[in-house]
């Protein structure tokens, strides 16, 4: 099925019993905490147009940046009340919310699944005791598994909120969290790697010098390794990095870590150079022009950030040049070289995934 159109609403800390160390959500999600307002929700559905016509996705309103099922029970109630009228004319098909896996009991879903509430996402974050501790998540790696385990007894699309580099994560413990994701199955998983936020616990460690983030490069590694495993898993990552909001952008905000908007991208583009050198090698290719067929929307993927994929391959494997046909009938994640003749055709998951 279409991954739905979500017109995002935020309720920063709302239904948090304590502060995890990273978490600033007045930058992450550009909003002042505070209770929604009849007023303001006319505003945001105003500004989301709706269903428009050529987009033919489900639409869902989903509540983000706090822990709703947190709330008191009155709160949930009337938020989900407030929307019931979009559902009703139509204008939205579902409902979606996050929460921490430790707020999830059987009377809270049944309160949800009433109110039209399809998909619920959990901040994971890691499935690592340690690393949850350092990170001053308050609750465990089991909270995690009893909450999928009730929310699938109740039918829910389970998302899973991963981080990488929080404090004392590492290569091999972002590899456990990615193992036991894969076995835990949700329907999707979001990553972000860990940027020091402003006024956060973590902004103090770091000043301190006893938190080191995540370089780019590294992040964009453990991304790479991240996407490939859980698409073999046959799990959908449907976004890779914070979404870019005005406040992350004032200076002095993100402290540090590795910010970028293109974080997918640039995995993206690793995986492609791998795949592409993988065919090159199987191949007598040295002082030839070769040609690369995929999709059309894989094609600046492919590419790389200006160009790099193709000059570090003609290169690496000494070619004359190299053709590129972007097809748009062309399915997505897979690559055809032709050279001399000879056609090598591969798709992404055929890749090794190691991450050490
Ligand atoms: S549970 Fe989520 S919103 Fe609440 S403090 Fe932790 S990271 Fe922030």
Not at 16 to 24: L, S, T, V
Not at 236 to 248: D, F, H, N, Y
Request: hydrophobic letters at 40%; a positive charge; charged letters at 25%.
């Amino acid at each position: 099925m279409a991954a739905p159109r979500i017109i995002p609403i935020f309720l920063p800390y709302q239904g948090c019993r304590q502060r995890c160390i990273y978490c600033n959500e007045r930058i992450a999600t550009g909003v002042a905490p505070g209770a929604l307002s009849e007023e303001t929700l006319q505003k945001i559905m105003a500004l989301s147009s709706g269903r428009s016509k050529p987009d033919r996705r489900p639409v869902q309103i989903a509540f983000y940046g706090g822990t709703f099922t947190g709330m008191a029970a009155e709160e949930q109630t009337r938020l989900l009340r407030m929307v019931q009228p979009f559902l009703r004319e139509g204008r939205v098909d579902s409902l979606r919310i996050s929460t921490r896996p430790d707020e999830i009991d059987e009377d809270n879903l049944d309160l949800l699944r009433r109110h039209g509430v399809k998909t619920v996402e959990i901040g994971a974050q890691s499935l690592v005791e340690d690393v949850l501790r350092r990170s001053r998540r308050g609750h465990t790696v089991e909270d995690v598994l009893s909450a999928v385990k009730r929310l699938r007894r109740k039918g829910f699309e389970i998302g899973i909120h991963l981080m990488a580099g929080l404090p004392g994560d590492s290569r091999q413990s972002f590899a456990t969290t990615i193992d036991r994701t894969c076995i835990l199955q949700p329907d999707t998983v979001r990553l972000h790697p860990t940027l020091v936020f402003k006024d956060t616990a973590l902004e103090t460690l770091y000043n301190e010098g006893r938190y080191s983030p995540l370089s780019l490069s590294e992040a964009v590694r453990q991304s790479r390794y991240a996407l490939l495993r859980l698409e073999k898993a046959g799990i959908a990552v449907i976004r890779i990095g914070l979404q870019t909001t005005p406040e992350m952008e004032i200076p002095g905000n993100v402290v540090a870590g590795p910010f970028s908007p293109a974080l997918r991208s640039l995995a993206n583009a690793g995986i492609f150079r791998d795949m592409a050198s993988l065919q090159l090698s199987a191949v007598a290719a040295e002082g030839r022009t070769v040609a690369f067929l995929l999709s059309q929307r894989d094609l600046s993927d492919f590419r790389g950030k200006k160009n790099e994929n193709l000059a570090f391959l003609t290169e690496r494997f000494g070619l004359q040049g190299i053709r590129i046909a972007g097809s748009p009938d062309y399915p997505r994640g897979w690559l055809t070289l032709r050279s001399d003749g000879r056609t090598v055709v591969l798709h992404r998951t055929g890749l090794l995934t190691t991450l050490s």
